[in-house]
């Protein structure tokens, strides 16, 4: 398995650790991925209110670079943001001739080009898809027997583009999380908003829905994310709500990488998990035992 990576912007600062466990666990698994060239930002949220066709000119230079490989067809994206904004680059020239012309006008400056060749894969979806629960069980050496596990999907990996999962009832991370021997925590709240970027500009609305989602986890030993939006604001407010709610809402929050990663016997700092903010001293006192292979 071969895969262009663009990792994005978070994924260099605040995400760090799921870069890092997404390499190592796609390394472990005999996956290869082979970092765009000079890749730059994607537009995130601020490109769109300021100008529609630069959100688009962004990404689709990108996916231009990526075009440089002729082997590979497939671009894995861990960010379920720049997922987003890369997916929409190619649903739209799929629907839209001419915006490929207008896109491709603004590329030539650099001598860049794309088409509509790429194929824009979340690591969700490579990791349910491709990789697989056999992937996992295969290589498992440090089962969570006993754990209860709640998956978390966010919003931006499955809206607006029902790629791989239903976005109203996603099942996608279920047989992967329970490829490591842990139950899949039953709850009605993993395809649901966590406030995103509201935390920044609307905090009180974003600390009620993460509240929420907290709360429906209690019981749970950990949630599982695969958005670096979703993973910040689950684990670096718990203090802050806690204290709202008058109850206790720390609950240990990893990428799912990590989690697979340490079912599949990687080291703690193979994945990175010295920059989590929230796991537990329940959790560190339950969890299999650490490996010190990377």
Partial sequence: MKY???????LEGTAREYDIATRALMQSVDAELIEIADWTCCGA?????????LSL??????IALAEGNDEIDDILVPCSA??????????????DPASLATLNSILAEENLSMGRRMHIRHLLDVLANDVGPQGIQTNLK?????????PYYGCQC??????FDDPEAPTSMEAL????????????????????????????VALELVASILEAARGADAIVTVCPMCQMNLEAYQK????????????????????LGMATGLSDKALGLEFNLAITDAFKSRRPPVFDAA
């Avoid at 949220?45 to 066709?53: G, K, N, Q, V």
Wanted: hydrophobic letters at 35%.
């Fill in 158 to 163: 499955l809206r607006p583009y029902p790629e």
């Fill in 57 to 62: 000119a962004l990404p689709a230079r990108n």
């Fill in 45 to 53: 949220s601020a490109a769109e209110p300021t100008s529609h066709l």
């Fill in 4 to 10: 262009l990576y663009y990792p994005g912007c978070s």
């Fill in 142 to 150: 440090a089962p969570f027997t006993g754990f209860s596990i709640a």
């Fill in 177 to 204: 999380i329970s490829a490591t021997e842990a139950d899949v925590f039953s709850w009605e709240m993993g395809g649901r908003c966590c406030g995103a970027s509201h935390m920044n500009t609307k905090m009180d």
């Fill in 82 to 95: 720049c997922y987003l904004n890369l997916k929409r680059v190619i649903e739209t020239v799929k629907k």
């Fill in 240 to 259: 802050k709500i806690s204290g709202l709610t008058h109850q206790d809402l720390h609950m240990t929050i990893l990428y799912l990488p990590q989690f």
